[in-house]
């Protein structure tokens, strides 16, 4: 069994990306495991002189290392990543969490190039191993679609799976 960690970059309860890894969480093909990380929001601002991390921050770094591949999905602002993810991100920054780790790259939108390569940017920096044939762009944008009815796009489900099939293949 294949353990994904599912990171969304957005704190918004309607988040298009959050909904997008719901539903690859519930078309998993058989012998992967989408589990959705939810604690994003609260972390608390990185902050270099803190010598502990704060108990979410571990628990956040426990459950990337127990994973065997990341996925995250984030939107852009203002031509890059949000603030959430950023902090997130940050606090991982020197430690093992990443290194090596297949990450998958899910955007939402085909205009949210910044933001996509920003974070590109930033986990390779971090020594993950960006799996291209896993990382996609959904034409979401402007599509108005509930999470019903991106799980039952067939297409949209198709993607979703065979970047979990492209990750599984890269481990």
């Known amino acids: 069994m294949m353990r994904v960690l599912a ?9 298009i990306n959050s909904m997008l890894l719901r ?7 058989p012998g992967i495991e989408v589990r959705l990380y939810d604690g994003l929001g609260q972390l608390p601002l ?7 991390p704060p108990a979410v921050v571990a628990a956040l770094r ?14 852009e602002y203002a031509h890059g990543v949000t603030g959430a993810i950023k902090n ?4 991982m920054v020197g430690n093992e969490s990443f290194i090596n780790k297949p990450v998958a790259l899910l955007n939402a939108s085909p205009r949210a190039t910044h933001a996509y390569a920003s974070l ?10 960006v799996v291209e044939a896993a990382s996609i762009t959904l034409p979401l944008l402007g599509a108005n ?3 019903e009815a991106m799980r039952a796009d067939p297409q949209i489900c198709g993607m979703l799976r065979a970047a979990l099939l492209a990750l599984k293949a890269d481990q």
């Open 7 to 15: 990171i969304s970059g957005s704190l918004r309860a309607a988040s």
């Open 23 to 29: 539903v690859m969480a519930d078309v998993a093909p």
């Open 46 to 52: 990185f902050n270099p002189d803190v010598a502990e």
């Open 62 to 75: 426990e459950a990337l290392l127990a994973a065997d591949a990341v996925v995250i999905a984030s939107p």
């Open 88 to 91: 997130g991100l940050d606090w």
């Open 120 to 129: 590109r940017e930033t986990i390779s920096v971090m020594s993950a191993r």
């Open 145 to 147: 679609l509930s999470e």
